[in-house]
């Protein structure tokens, strides 16, 4: 079956630190996946997507992930966060045939403290 | 980016009522989707749909409930009759095409069903 895990509930970082959020996937074969971001009262906003090729992926905001078959994962990093920064993140997989609904994983909150 | 709208962002009604969730996609996307989300708790694919269609469904699709998209106008979601657990956020995507084709989400309609 597929699935997407989000080990880390909640993360709090100080605003200029470094971040990583996890994201495991279950899929056989190399799913598409992305990585989207919740603000309060608002729809989810595309970071980055992997399809194929290079397995690091570059987004938006100075986010970046990287694929890793042999691991199954897709995580996500940002150098330097800002307050802004702040908001549920959610890892996402879909099938490259037939279907196309996203399977996201339980999300992770960002806190980031000044 | 492009915009997804959804009315409206709020509804609360009474258990067995019947309630239309509407969602006006991007102009020129093809494939159109709706996921629920529990508070706190991930999101989940309920349906998409295409050339008028549905594609695929999942088992929380239940049977009071139904998607269209006459002529071209909002895409909806309808649920006859509700019920308590269907009280939720639900949040309406379109995507151009499917496969691994961004979707773009709305800001989601807040049910609440008393």
């Known amino acids: 079956a597929q699935s997407v895990t989000q080990p880390d509930a909640r993360v709090t970082v100080s605003e200029g630190a470094s971040l990583q959020l996890r994201c495991k996937y279950s899929y056989s074969g190399t799913p598409y996946l992305f990585w989207y971001v919740q603000y309060p009262r608002q729809g989810l906003q595309l970071l980055l997507k992997?399809?194929?090729?290079?397995?690091v992926v570059q987004g938006v905001n100075g986010f970046e992930a990287e694929f890793s078959k042999s691991n199954s994962s897709f995580h996500l990093r940002k150098a330097s966060v800002h307050w802004s920064d702040s908001a549920v993140y959610f890892c996402a997989l879909s099938a490259r045939q037939g279907g196309r609904a996203l399977i996201f994983g339980t999300g992770t909150t960002v806190s980031v403290s000044p | 980016g492009p915009k997804v709208l959804q009315i409206p962002s709020h509804q609360i009604i009474d258990m067995g009522q019947m309630v239309t969730l509407n969602c006006d996609p991007v102009?020129?996307?093809?494939?159109f989707y709706w996921y629920k989300q529990i508070l706190g708790q991930q999101m989940e694919f309920l349906v998409n749909f295409y050339n008028g269609k549905v594609m695929e469904k999942s088992k929380l699709f239940k049977d009071q409930f139904s998607v269209e998209r006459p002529d071209g106008s909002y895409f909806t979601l309808k649920i006859q009759p509700t019920a308590l657990e269907d009280s939720a956020v639900y949040f309406c995507?379109?995507?151009?095409?499917?496969?691994?084709?961004?979707?773009?989400f709305g800001p989601g309609t807040r049910l609440l069903v008393l």
């Open positions: 995507a379109s995507s151009f095409t499917g496969g691994a084709n961004t979707q773009y």
């Open positions: 102009s020129n996307h093809l494939y």
């Open positions: 992997y399809y194929s090729g290079d397995p």
